[in-house]
C-alpha cells in the first residue's frame, strides 16, 4: 500500500492528494494515518506532508522531520504544502553518485518514471579534482575536458543495466560540475518528482534540505 501521514499541527491536503495519484499510477490501496509514520510493514511508500519553509535540520518541524527521514525503513515522499496539483513537466529527477550509486535508489527513479510514462533525469554532480587547485592560471580546457568525460563515462557505465531493465523509460544522463544541491535546484522547477539517496553524511543531505526550502514539488529520499 502507499501510506500517507497527516499532521494536525500542519497543511497535509497536498501529500493526501499526492497519495492518492500516486495509489492510482500504481493501482495500490492507500491508507491515511496521522502523527509519525508507524512501522511500514507492507507499505511500498510513506508519505509525507511537509508545511512551506521547512527543511530536515531546522523550520517548523525541526528535528523531528531530520528523524522521520533517518527512521523510515521505506522510500518517504516529502510533500511541500505548495505543492501543485499537476506541478512540473512529468520528469523524474535522480540525483545520483556514480562513484557509489544506490540501486536502491535508482529502482525507485525507473519505476516511478515508469509508471508516469515519464522521462527520467539522472544528475550526476561532480567536482575538479584536489590537483586543480594546484594550478595557478586556472585549470587548462584539456584537462577539464578530460575529467568530465571520465565522469560522463562513470555514469553511463552505472545506468547500462537499468537500461535494459527498463527499456521503456526513456533516460537522460546529465553530468554537471556543481554541488548536488545546486544541480538539483537548477532542474527542480520542470520536475514532478525529485528522487535522492539517504546516505548520513554525504553531500545529498544538502540537497533535500535545499529543496524543502525553495522548490515546490515532491522529494522522495530512499534509504539505500
Known amino acids: 500500500m502507499i501510506l500517507a501521514c497527516t499532521d494536525p499541527s500542519a497543511p497535509s491536503r ?31 511508500m510513506i508519505v509525507y506532508g511537509v508545511p512551506r519553509g521547512s527543511d530536515a535540520a531546522g523550520g517548523p518541524l525541526g528535528l523531528r522531520l531530520a528523524d522521520t527521514v533517518r527512521a523510515a525503513g521505506r522510500p518517504l515522499v516529502l510533500v511541500p504544502d505548495r505543492t501543485a496539483p499537476a506541478h512540473g513537466s512529468g520528469t523524474v529527477l535522480l ?7 544506490s540501486a536502491d535508489t535508482i529502482d525507485f527513479a525507473c519505476d516511478s518514471a515508469r509508471v508516469r510514462h515519464a522521462l527520467l533525469h539522472v544528475v550526476h554532480a561532480w567536482s575538479l579534482p ?26 553511463a557505465d552505472v545506468l547500462r543495466p537499468w537500461r535494459e531493465r527498463y527499456p521503456h523509460v526513456p533516460m537522460f544522463e546529465d553530468v554537471v560540475l556543481f554541488t548536488p544541491a ?23 543531505d544538502e540537497a533535500v534540505r535545499a529543496l524543502l526550502h525553495r522548490a515546490a514539488c515532491p522529494v522522495a529520499v530512499v534509504p539505500g
Request: aromatic content about 6%; proline content about 10%; hydrophobic content about 40%.
Open 14 to 44: 497536498a501529500a493526501v492528494d499526492w497519495a492518492e495519484r500516486e495509489a492510482r499510477l500504481r493501482g495500490l490501496p492507500m491508507r491515511t494515518v496521522q502523527g509519525t509514520p508507524p512501522e511500514p510493514g507492507q507499505a511500498k
Open 95 to 101: 540525483a545520483t553518485d556514480a562513484r557509489d550509486p
Open 130 to 155: 584536489p590537483c586543480a587547485a594546484e594550478w595557478p592560471f586556472g585549470v587548462p580546457e584539456r584537462d577539464r575536458a578530460t575529467w568530465e568525460d571520465h565522469e560522463v563515462q562513470l555514469l
Open 182 to 204: 545546486q544541480a538539483l535546484l537548477h532542474h527542480a522547477g520542470s520536475a514532478a518528482l525529485v528522487v535522492v539517496g539517504r546516505r548520513p553524511g554525504t553531500r545529498w
